[in-house]
C-alpha cells in the first residue's frame, strides 16, 4: 500500500468512481471482475457467505450482510473505480484504493462482549486503519447492528453502540461523517466505509432535524456520531452526494408512530430538503437536486406488512431509470418504521 503514489495531484485528476447496487440474479459477478476496477462488494442477503463468488480469486473488500431482502434473492452493492485498485488488511479489516477513495470493510464477531466495547473497538481501528493508509478523510459509514432495538448492559443496544462509537470519535476529531445505523441479522457487528485521501468532504445538515450529535440526552448517553449528508466535492463541477440513512425525524421528535406511508412520506420529504439547491447553497455547493436524481437508494422497512404501501410511495417519488433494493431491517428507535438513503453521483 505504502508504495502507491502520494504526490500532489490535482482535485480534477481525481479518477472516477461509480457504484451499483442490483439484484442477484441480474448480473454477472465473473464478467464484471474482469472488465472492472473492483474497490469492493457488498452483498445483503439472508444468506451466509457470498455464494456467487465462490471459487473465485478475489482481491478486494468482500462483506456480506446478514439482512432479509424483498423482492430479490440478494442484492450487491459494486464500487468501481476509473483507477486500478490496490488491497491490503489489518487486523481483520479489509480495505482498497484507487489512491484517492478507500473501501474499508469490518466484521467483528460479539462473542458476548457489550456493544460498547465492539463499537469503540472497531471504530478505533478504522481510525488507525485510515490514517496508517493515508486515507483519513471519511466520506460515508453503514453500521449494521444485530438485534438493534434489544436491551443488553442496561440499555438500548444501539444507545450502547453509539456510546462506544463516540469515545472513538472523540479521540480522532469529532468531524462526523455521512452515515446509516441499521439493524441486521447474524452475530457480527458489521461496517463498511468510503474514505478519502484528500480533505474534500463537506458535511451537510437538515435544517428540519437537530443534527444527530445534538440529540437530548433522552435519545442515548452519547448522541449518535453522523452528519446528514456528505458531498465529496472533486472540484470542477464534480462530486458525490451521500444521502445517510433518513428517517421520519423532525427536529429529534419520530412522526407519525404508526403510519408506515406518512412516515415514509417525511422521510423523502427530509431528502428533497437535504439535497435542494438552497440547502446546498448554504454549504457553497452549487447544485440542486430531487428525488428523481437519488441513485443506490435502500429503504429498510421494518415490518413486512408494510412493505406494498412503502413501496408504492418510493416508486412514485424515485426514478425508474435508478437502482432501489428493499430490505427488512429495524431501525436504530423502535417507533421508526422506515429508513431510507442513496447517493448521487
Ligand atoms: C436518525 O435520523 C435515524 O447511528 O449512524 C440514521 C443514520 C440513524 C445513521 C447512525 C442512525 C445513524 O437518527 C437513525
Redesign the pocket.
Known sequence: FETLKQGNISHENIPGIKVYLLPAESINLRQIMVTQNILGIVRFGEDEGYPELEGLKICFPAMNVAMKTFSAKAYYEIWTSENTVACGTLQGLQFSSDGFHQLLTVCLKEEDRDLREIGRLAYDLIFQSVQKNNHPNISRVW?HIPNINQFGDGSERYIRF?LGRAEAFARNGNIFPA???IGCQGSSLCIYMVSMRKDMNKYLENPNQTP?YKYPAKYGIKP?S?ARGAYTDYGGGRGILYV????S?IGSETVHQGDAARQCETTLNNISVLISGTNLSSYGIKKAFTLKDLDCIKVYIKNEADYEIIKAVCTQAFSPDKSIAYLKAD???ND?LV?IEGIVM
Open positions: 453500521n453509539c452515515a446509516t445505523g444527530a449518535p453522523f445517510s440513512g433518513t428517517a425525524i431501525v436504530c428507535r421508526l429508513e
